[in-house]
């Protein structure tokens, strides 16, 4: 799925996926305690769908829509 890079940008769309081929270091690694910073649960908005990504008790993700 390719979406411009920013909403008034005229550069070319790009990639929001990695491909099994993809390059190390081509992808941005982010932690799930930066994301979720002290909470429970996030909120993220990809292509106009919210989802939640959740930390379980037992320290497993959830993301549902």
């Known amino acids: 799925m ?3 890079s920013h909403p008034d940008s ?3 769309a ?4 990695a491909s099994p081929g993809t390059p190390p270091g ?3 690694t982010l932690s799930s305690a930066d994301l ?7 909120e993220i908005e ?3 769908t919210r989802y ?3 930390a379980t008790r037992s320290g497993k993700l ?3 829509k």
């Open 52 to 54: 939640v990504l959740r």
């Open 10 to 12: 005229t550069e070319p």
């Open 36 to 42: 979720l910073d002290g909470r429970h649960a996030v």
């Open 62 to 64: 959830i993301l549902t």
């Open 2 to 4: 390719t979406q411009p």
């Open 46 to 48: 990809h292509l106009g």
């Open 26 to 28: 081509s992808v941005r």
């Open 14 to 17: 790009r990639q929001f996926h």
